[in-house]
Structure formats: C-alpha cells, structure tokens
DNA sequence: CGGGATCCCAAGCGATACTG
DNA sequence: CAGTATCGCTTGGGATCCCG
C-alpha cells in the first residue's frame, strides 16, 4: 500500500470494457430512457413526466451517457425558447432485441424467483 | 407485439421487482460468477481465484443474492473441513440465452460505441 | 475452507437554487 | 425549456480481523 490508493485492477474479469458499457445502458434509468425512446421520440421534461420518479440531475446525466454511447441522439428543433428531442438511434434500435428476451425472461419466471425468495426468506 | 404502451401506470417505472431482478442478476459480480457456474460447479474459493478482483464480502453477498434468487445452489459436500460448492440451478440455465445475446451485442457493437465515445469527448 | 463482523471512505444521488 | 452548480447524506465496497 505504499502504492497509490488506487485500487489494484486486475486483467480479466468479464471484460470491463462489455461491462461497463452494459451498465451504461442497462441501468435503472438508462433501462427506462430507451423503453420510451424506442416508442417515440421525446422532449427532456416529457421524459421526467414518462419517468416521475427521475430526477433532473439523474436523468441529465443519464441522457449524456446514452448520447455518448450513441445509442440516443440529441436534436435541437428549436432555439428560443430552447427545445431539444431525444431520439433512439439505429445503434440504440439493435438494442431493443437483447433488453425484449431480458425483460420476458424476467416476466417469465418472476413466479418462481418470488417463491425462491419467499422459502428463502422463511428458512432464515 | 408491439403495442408498445407501457401501462403508464401511476408513478410506476419499468416495473420495479423486475428491474431488481435484472440488477441482482445482470451486476459486475452476479454476471461474472454465472458465466463461471454456467461452466462448471464451484467451491468459493475457486471463484475467487476465477474472479480475483472480487473481495470476499462482495462475493459472499453476491451468492446469497443468486441463491435466494434461485439461480444459483449452494450444496454442502462435505463437513469437516467444510467444503461448499455452488452449482447454476434449472432457472440460472435459463438465462444463458438473453445473457449471451447481450455479451453478442456488446462484443458486436463495441467499436461503433467506441468511435461514438471517443468523438464525443473529442467534442466536448 | 467458507465465511461473519467491523470500520471506513469515496462515489452517487436527492434536494435545492440558479441560468441562458 | 433544458439544463448547470453545489451541498449533504446515504451506502456499497474494499480492507482487515476473526471464527467454526
């Protein structure tokens, strides 16, 4: 630890680089910012009011990430006053595959995971 | 199929255990341990050694989490030294086929998101 | 071997206020 | 309207020590 108090990273889990962008996109709001955007394109408060319970900060800096993966776009339509529309982009649209099978696998057997918890729970 | 509407139900996101699911499954830790256990049963240690940089604590909780969930068995094979082996459960095979279609979309697509992140920082 | 119990810090998030 | 700035708290995680 006479080193810096950085800490120790080592070569190869997952692969950070797949990691990390999963978390990117597939976060609580990120999750959500796209569920919408892939249904149509939308202005930065109508997505606070599809999403009540985001915050401004959060959902800023969830649209700045998702720009900057590309997989959102952010188009100005208007100057003054100021509008700006979010739309998916054809990178974001590949998405919608793998975030379906994800959310019907876990529609799917939500059941069983519940009663796993529930014995689970009750064992303990 | 794609009657995209989302209930909209009052104040409700993309459904909140849902959600939990995915976040208890789908994390750094989770994701790397079931692709090890997909693989093959695992006494703790093991994985430790297959995922070095996870600590100890964060590994325990982790497989609690997968087992409660039902995702994950942990079997006792033995007493005196104890000697404990997590194996994928029925249900953790089953998320085999959205994980690895993720993995295919990350692994697919990587380079357009990196091209996209390295000019928008550029941008900025 | 497989953990449980502590301490502790930094990152993240909500809440609030302000701006072009 | 669509953000930026700041602050304070919560908390998840690492590090460490210990036990059956």
């Known amino acids: 630890m006479t080193e810096t108090n950085r800490p120790a990273i080592d070569g190869l889990e997952i692969d950070a680089p797949h990691r990390d962008l999963l978390d990117q996109v597939l976060d609580k709001w990120p999750l959500q910012v796209l569920d919408r955007l892939c249904e149509q394109p939308s ?25 900057r993966n590309c997989v959102v776009d952010r188009v100005i339509t ?35 995971v519940e009663r796993a918890r529930a014995k689970f729970d009750d064992e303990a």
């Open 43 to 67: 202005r930065f408060n109508e997505l606070r009011r599809a999403i009540p319970a985001v915050t401004q900060k959060s959902l800023t800096a969830t649209l700045r990430r998702l720009e």
């Open 78 to 112: 208007s100057s003054r006053p100021i509008a700006v529309e979010y739309r998916i982009t054809s990178l974001g649209k590949t998405l919608r595959g793998p975030i379906d099978e994800l959310l019907q696998w876990t529609a799917m057997h939500m059941p069983d």
